[in-house]
């Protein structure tokens, strides 16, 4: 069983910064697709930001330039940069993977970003 566990939430305020961790517990060297989704109170979840295997990425168009999904293999982890961040980012940010020759998504429980105006 697959276990990602994430860290790096809190409180900030507007244009303040924050960084989020996904340490997977089986290695990302080869995974499909790892990336960050996030879900406020009343709203569906929605993409915020993921990266393929070969390294190219794709951003929700709401965090597009403000936001850095990267990775680092040896640690079987990805990060999340969240730089001038908005109160409309606040939210429950959750992990999410895919391996190759799989077709289990995993779903790390989700750190809350609250971000004050």
């Known amino acids: 069983q697959v276990q990602l566990v994430e860290s790096g939430g809190g409180l900030v305020q507007a244009g303040g910064s924050l960084r989020l961790s996904c340490e997977s517990s089986?290695?990302?060297?080869?995974?499909?697709?790892m990336g960050w989704y996030r879900q406020a109170p009343g709203k569906q979840r929605e993409l915020v930001a993921e990266?393929?295997?070969?390294?190219?990425?794709n951003y929700g168009d709401s965090v597009k330039g403000r936001f850095t999904i990267s990775r680092d293999n040896a640690k079987n982890t990805v990060y999340l940069q969240m730089d001038s961040l908005k109160p409309e980012d606040t939210a429950a940010y959750y992990c999410?993977?895919?391996?190759?020759?799989?077709?289990?998504?995993?779903w790390g429980q989700g750190t809350q970003v609250t971000v004050s105006s």
């Open positions: 990266m393929s295997s070969g390294g190219s990425t």
């Open positions: 999410a993977a895919d391996w190759w020759l799989s077709s289990v998504r995993y």
């Open positions: 089986r290695s990302i060297a080869n995974i499909k697709r």
